[in-house]
């Protein structure tokens, strides 16, 4: 028997983030544009692109979308191992289920013979 839980599924909707982000999206093409008319020449500079990103990202977050395509999240529980993967940016936990010499179901504590692996 094999317990897979993905942490990336998407979350609930924050309307408030999607105007943010609209809003900061707006910010950007408007300095960007002004940049233009002040130059005279249209230059993209790596700062801008990286701002529409971040604005496009937070309009995403908002509408509950996760970004799973950058890596994974994940709780696997089978039979020979626990494993936790709690963000796309956190390092993969492995403990054995031969290793453990108890479980402190108080603060789910996994004490081991390797190391200790707290949720």
Do not use: C, P
């Not at 924050?14 to 249209?42: D, E, N, R």
């Not at 936790?84 to 010499?101: C, G, M």
């Amino acid at each position: 028997m094999e317990l897979k839980v993905n942490l990336l599924e998407d979350g609930e909707k924050s309307y408030g983030i999607v105007a943010f982000g609209f809003v900061y999206f707006l910010i950007v093409i408007v300095h960007i544009i002004t940049s233009f008319i002040k130059q005279g020449v249209f230059i993209i500079r790596t700062a801008d692109v990286a701002q529409v990103l971040t604005g496009i990202s937070f309009i995403t977050m908002g509408l509950g979308y996760k970004f799973g395509f950058l890596g994974k999240a994940y709780i696997l529980i089978n039979s020979e191992i626990i494993s936790l993967k709690s963000s796309i940016w956190n390092k993969e936990q492995l403990v054995y289920w031969n290793e453990i010499n108890s479980i402190d179901i108080e603060s789910i504590n996994l004490k081991s013979t390797k190391q200790t692996v707290q949720a």
